[in-house]
């Protein structure tokens, strides 16, 4: 009897231990995966390193990014100016993972993520969170449930942990009691701040920002703001702000980058940026503050939407032609 159960131990013992050798020789995880360094807790004004793009190029159609190099240190906000189709929203792309480039490295915590495998990836996206451009939330989820989704698909699964949790993130994005508001009943600014609230859920450590405030009116857009500001001091996050709204960088960068013909034209502070004597950037401030201040002209509203009616009729007319 004795001697059976003996025998019966020392087989599973065996196959526990050719388990263990099968598994780490044939795992990608253990066979190649050494762990990210971990995060830093506390913003102390660090000059540690978090982002680093070096000589990265990517193309699609035609070379968008030629060679673009910079920093970001922890607790750093660094606003990314360009016009339309410069390449911003590819820069964050390829910092979060989503594309890779064609030539260059993307160092996170000085690791280079170009080459990670799909399963690194995935845990580089839990410490890189992205705002993406649209502020996308699922329809068919109320306020709450959006902000549990990436709760719940990293694997909490205590109800009243989660709870806990959105609750905080609703009042850190100040949308306190709305935690049971569909979709539709949503105005831009809020749904914005939900897709913040979504973002920052499972507690990242650099958060990606596509246009934060693209869309949405003044008043709003400077809750937005002191939003993305309050957080980063809060929840220590290094952040990086994309964004066609002058005002909104002035609000929340630390220091600024331009993207033009696939380089960085302009790196500095955001007084060496208003100062430049560069024609560009001195065309780009004069043409924005242009565009805000007709935007926010009523009569220059009116006349807009005047337009636009003109159009629209003129369209039909042509169809109906
Ligand atoms: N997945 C893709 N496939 C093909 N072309 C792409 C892809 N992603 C971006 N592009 C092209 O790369 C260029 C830069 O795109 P990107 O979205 O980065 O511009 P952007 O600076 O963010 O512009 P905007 O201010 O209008 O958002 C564009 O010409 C775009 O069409
Ligand atoms: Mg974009």
């Not at 490295?105 to 280079?112: E, M, Q, S």
């Not at 969170?129 to 694997?155: H, T």
């Not at 066609?244 to 980058?257: F, S, Y």
């Amino acid at each position: 009897m004795f001697l059976k159960l003996f025998l019966v131990m020392v087989f599973l013992s065996y196959l526990a231990l050719m388990g263990l050798i099968l598994g780490h020789r044939f795992l990608p995880s253990a066979r190649n995966t050494p762990p990210l360094p971990r995060k830093d807790t506390a913003f102390d004004g660090s000059t540690e390193l978090i982002v680093e793009l070096e000589n990265v190029g990517k193309s699609f159609d035609y070379p968008v990014l030629k060679d673009v190099s910079f920093k970001i240190r922890q607790g750093e906000t660094l606003g990314v100016l360009g016009k339309s189709g410069s390449g911003k929203s590819v820069t964050l792309k390829l910092i979060a993972g989503l594309l890779k480039p064609d030539v260059g490295r993307i160092l996170f915590h000085g690791k280079d993520i170009t080459g990670m495998n799909e399963r690194e990836l995935l845990e580089l996206r839990k410490r890189v969170s992205y705002v993406f451009q649209g502020g996308a939330i699922f329809d068919f989820l109320n306020v709450g449930e959006n902000i549990a989704y990436p709760l719940r698909e990293r694997g909490m699964k205590d109800e009243k942990k989660i709870k806990e949790r959105v609750d905080y993130l609703l009042a850190a994005v100040e949308l306190g009691n709305m935690g049971h508001l569909q979709k539709p009943e949503l105005s831009i600014g809020a749904k914005k701040q939900v897709a913040i609230a979504r973002a920052i859920a499972n507690d990242p450590e650099v958060i990606l920002y596509d246009e934060p405030t693209t869309g949405i009116d003044p008043i709003v857009k400077k809750s937005v703001n002191r939003l993305i500001r309050k957080l980063n001091k809060q929840e220590h996050l290094t952040s990086i702000v994309v964004t066609h709204d002058l005002k909104c960088i002035e609000m929340v960068a630390d220091r600024i980058i331009m993207l033009k013909d696939g380089v960085i034209h302009f790196e500095g502070d955001q007084e060496a940026f208003h100062s430049s004597p560069d024609p560009y950037i001195q065309a780009f401030i004069a043409g924005k503050r242009f565009d805000e201040d007709r935007r926010q002209d009523p009569e220059v509203r009116i006349q807009e939407s005047e337009d636009q009616r003109q159009e629209t009729g003129d369209r039909r007319d042509q169809n109906r032609e």
